[in-house]
C-alpha cells in the first residue's frame, strides 16, 4: 500500500484547525475506521511498517502518532527502537485484548505510550485521549527534529554573541581569502570553519580538516604535502598530500600553533604563490586550496616568543574570527540541550523524557570550562545514568542552584547577573541595534556602552 494515505474528512474541505496524525496499522485505513471511528478534524496519514513510518517522518513532522495493532504484528526490537527514535511525538497504543499479557508489550506501553487503548475501543475516550496528546504537543512547541536537520547552519544558537558570529561569517565566507579562527578548546571551531566553507563559492568542493597537533613531526610533512616515489624508505609510489586534496575547495588546519616551524615555511610559501613541492620532488604544483586555521593558543604571544612565524601569523589573519565560549552564550543552552538530547536518543534510559528546569538553571550558573564538548559529554553521560523522567542536576553532577548558593555568591553577583541578562536580551530582541537597546532599557547610549564594557558584551 501507498506509504501515506490521507483520510478524506467530511464535504472536502481544507480545515485549517485539522491536526495531524500518524497512524501504523497492517489493517489500512479501513481497519483504522473499523477500529477507531471517524476521526473527525484529523489529517490522518496510514502507514503499514515500522521503516514506512521511517521515511513519512523524514519529511513531516506528527505531533501525534497511533499504533493500531490487533495481532501482534507491531510487536518486534525494531519498534521499540522506533519509538525511542522518536520520543518527541505523543503515542497512543490501541491493541487486541490478549496482547496485554506479553512482557515486552507492556514494557513498550509503559515506556513510551501517553495512553492505551483495548479493543473494542471506546471511540469517545479515544478521541479525548488523542485531543490531550495533541494539546500537549502544542504545548511543547519544540522544534520538528526534520526541520532542524535540513537547515544549512551549521552552528546551533540564537544569542547575541552566536548571530554576531554568523554575521561575520557570511561577510567573510565571499571572499577568497585565509582566515584565522580563534577559541578555547571545545567551543566550535571546527563548525566555524564548515560553516565558512558551506557558504562560500567553493562550497561545491571538498573540505579537508586536519588536526596538526594529532600528527607525528615526523609524517605531518609528507601528510601535508604528499611525497614522490623513492622519498624515503617505504614510499613505493607518490602521493597527494591533504593540501594537494583539498584543490577546489577548502583546507581546515586545526591547532595550528603546534606546527613546527620548519613546515610554517613550507605553509608560507603555498599561501604567497599557491604552489608546494611534494617531499623528494623537484617540480612545483600549483593547489587552488583555501586556508582556514584555528587555534586555541594566542599566536601574537607565541610570535613575541619565537614559537610561530610572525610573516605566517599576518598572512594567515586576513580575516580573524573568535569562536565565543559556550559561558558566553548560556541563553542557547535550551537550545543546545535540545540538540543534543534528540541526536542521542537512541542511547537514553527508556524512561527519559527531557532535562528539568532545575537542571537548566543548574547548567546556566555552570561555568563550563570544556564548552560543548563537555555539554555533550555530561548530557549523553546523564541521558544513560538518569533514573527519572527528567533529566536533574545531579544527573549531569552539577550543583543545582538554590537559596545558599545565591547566599554565597552576594547580592552583588545577582544583581550583575540580571543586569547581564537583560542586555543580552535587550540586544537579541533588536537585533544588536545599541540605540534601540538603549530605549527598551530605559538607559542612555553611553550608559549601555558602558555596561556592556562591565559586563564584557562586545559590541
Known sequence: MSPALPVITNNNEVNVSV???????TEGNAGVRAACGELRGWDVCTVDSIAAARKVLAQQHYPVGLLLDGDGSLEHDDTERFLQQQHHIRWIGVFGPDLLHRPQLR???????CDFHTRPVDTVRLHHSLGHAHGMAMLAKSTPPHK???????????SVAIRRLRAHIDKIAAVDAPVLISGESGSGK???????????????????AINCAAIPPSLIHSELFGYERGAF???????????????????????IGDLPLDLQASLLRFLQERTIYRVGGTRTVTV?????????????????????????????SVFPIRVPPLRERKDDLPLLTEIIFNKFADEKSPQLKGVSKQALRAMAQHHWPGNIRELINR????????????????????????????LRDGLDHSRGSAERTAIWNSLAKCGNNISQAARELGVSRMTLYRLMAKHSIAP
Open 19 to 25: 491536526k495531524r496524525l500518524l497512524c501504523i496499522t
Open 107 to 113: 514494557h513498550a506501553i509503559a515506556t513510551h505510550l
Open 148 to 158: 532542524r536537520a535540513s537547515s544549512s547552519r551549521r552552528i546551533d544558537g540564537n
Open 190 to 208: 571546527e563548525l566555524a570553519a564548515q560553516e565558512i566553507h558551506a557558504q562560500s563559492p567553493r562550497a561545491g568542493g571538498p573540505f579537508i
Open 233 to 255: 624508505t617505504g614510499a613505493a609510489k607518490e602521493k597527494q598530500g591533504l593540501i594537494e586534496a583539498a584543490s577546489g575547495g577548502s583546507i581546515f588546519l586545526d591547532e
Open 288 to 316: 587552488d586550496a583555501r586556508v582556514i586555521a584555528a587555534t586555541h593558543v594566542d599566536l601574537p604571544r607565541a610570535v613575541a616568543e619565537g614559537r610561530f612565524r610572525e610573516d605566517l601569523y599576518y598572512r594567515l
Open 379 to 406: 548530557m549523553r553521560r546523564a541521558m544513560v545514568l538518569a533514573e527519572h523522567r527528567l533529566i536533574m542536576p545531579e544527573d549531569l553532577e552539577l550543583a543545582p542552584q538554590d537559596d545558599a548558593i545565591i
